[in-house]
């Protein structure tokens, strides 16, 4: 599996936009990027996944560079409860077999400042 | 509706026991994964099951782990003579099958090993 990279941690203050960012040199074109988050004390959460095209939903939005070898996580308005440990994953889009479980790197914790 | 449940939440046992951890995946779930989180990482996958069969078992750490699922929707797993590297949260996630895109994870449990 392709591997990504991901600062170990990044601070934000409450109600200011936060920008997650995630490298992934060696991604395949089958790869789809996903990423979960962690709260204190909880299993992960499923946050948002894409291809090619940049996402949003309800909790973020993914901005995929064009050569698909970075992505960043948007949090536009970070709350204290966005405080989390953020993974960064790449898998492949033929599920199924070894390649349906998630490969956790160690993340980036983000702190939120009030 | 319920999330994934796990039983129990904290087991702590000595060094040399045996151990059942217990899985309760979403309703009509047919894939199950177990990872295993060590303080400070990220979790790592040990077993993935589509229905009742181990589709991939190649993260389980040696022998002494085991897991079964015998009707397609409760999970255990087992770990045998435990050893006190064996501590960390076990963590189990559901899935609507393998290819679906969001995994849902329960809340673990935390094994300490004496």
């Known amino acids: 599996d392709a591997k990504t990279t991901q600062p170990n941690s990044m601070e934000s203050n409450e109600e200011e936009p936060v920008h997650l960012p995630c490298n992934h040199s060696?991604?395949?074109?089958?790869?789809?990027i996903h990423w979960y988050r962690q709260l204190p004390s909880q299993g992960p959460e499923y946050v948002i996944h894409?291809?090619?095209s940049n996402v949003n939903n309800r909790m973020a939005s993914l901005a995929i560079a064009e050569d698909r070898k970075s992505s960043t996580l948007i949090l536009h308005r970070a709350t204290l409860r966005d405080a989390a440990v953020y993974y960064c994953?790449?898998?492949?889009?033929?599920?199924?077999?070894?390649?349906?479980?998630?490969?956790f790197g160690k993340g980036t914790k983000l702190s939120v400042k009030p | 509706g319920a999330g994934v449940s796990q039983t129990p939440s904290n087991k702590v046992t000595e060094k040399g026991k045996y151990v059942e951890l217990r899985c309760d995946p979403i309703?009509?779930?047919?894939?199950l994964y177990w990872y295993r989180q060590s303080l400070g990482q990220g979790p790592e996958f040990l077993i993935y099951f589509q229905g009742t069969g181990a589709a991939d078992d190649s993260g389980l750490p040696n022998d002494r782990f085991f897991a079964v699922r015998p009707e397609g929707s409760v999970s255990t797993l087992k770990i045998q003579r435990t050893e006190r590297g064996d501590s960390a949260v076990y963590l189990c996630?559901?899935?609507?099958?393998?290819?679906?895109?969001?995994?849902?994870f329960g809340p673990g449990t935390r094994l300490t090993v004496l």
């Open positions: 996630a559901s899935s609507h099958d393998a290819r679906s895109n969001e995994q849902f």
């Open positions: 060696t991604i395949s074109g089958t790869d789809y």
């Open positions: 894409g291809l090619t």
């Open positions: 309703s009509g779930h047919t894939a």
């Open positions: 994953i790449l898998r492949d889009a033929n599920y199924g077999g070894s390649q349906g479980n998630l490969i």
